[in-house]
């Protein structure tokens, strides 16, 4: 029976010295073409109400009762969204810390619920003549326990399904302007 034991703490050990040993960052990148200008896409990104933001997150209907404060900025630079919902969405705060019309936005994203954590989000709108590259990619850091859970779900399937479905939405919106 010790020696059972024995080959479990090792086994054990062993598997939480390779956890160890994983990267402490992670990225999530997804990108789409939209046949429209950059100007058409870029408030959509830079007004985290109703008529930007609100219309083609694919986290905003997960929630009907969903609870929803802006403050800072009406948009771009200092705008400020903040979100309390159920399991589904948990809830957190999104800050724009920068952005470079009709090209780029950067925003602080920090979870409050169900795992504290704070990442980085940045959009990339690159003109093509007649349409545009959108990339969304979010990066943070993973702690001991974060890198235990990726070892387990596959975040970037999760949240990166969550990108897709959120970009052809933006993709639909943008087009029909």
Request: aromatic share 10%; net charge neutral.
């Amino acid at each position: 029976m010790s020696n059972i034991v024995l080959v479990l703490c090792i086994i054990l050990i062993a598997f939480l010295v390779y956890v160890s040993t994983r990267p402490n960052t992670f990225t999530i990148k997804r990108r789409i073409v939209i046949k429209a200008k950059p100007e058409a896409i870029y408030p959509l990104l830079t007004d985290f109400h109703a008529n930007g933001w609100g219309k083609w997150s694919p986290w905003e209907d997960m929630d009907p009762e969903l609870k929803r404060t802006y403050t800072g900025a009406q948009d771009g630079v200092g705008a400020i969204y903040e979100w309390e919902g159920n399991n589904k969405v948990g809830a957190g705060r999104m800050e724009i810390q920068h952005a470079d019309a009709p090209m780029s936005v950067d925003i602080r994203l920090d979870f409050m619920r169900p795992m504290k954590a704070t990442n980085a989000t940045e959009f990339r709108i690159i003109d093509e003549g007649n349409e545009s590259m959108v990339t969304w990619c979010m990066h943070g850091p993973l702690s001991f326990v974060a890198k235990l859970f990726h070892m387990f779900m596959d975040m970037d399937k999760m949240v990166g399904a969550d990108f897709e479905r959120g970009l052809t939405k933006l993709k639909a919106l943008a087009e029909a302007k």
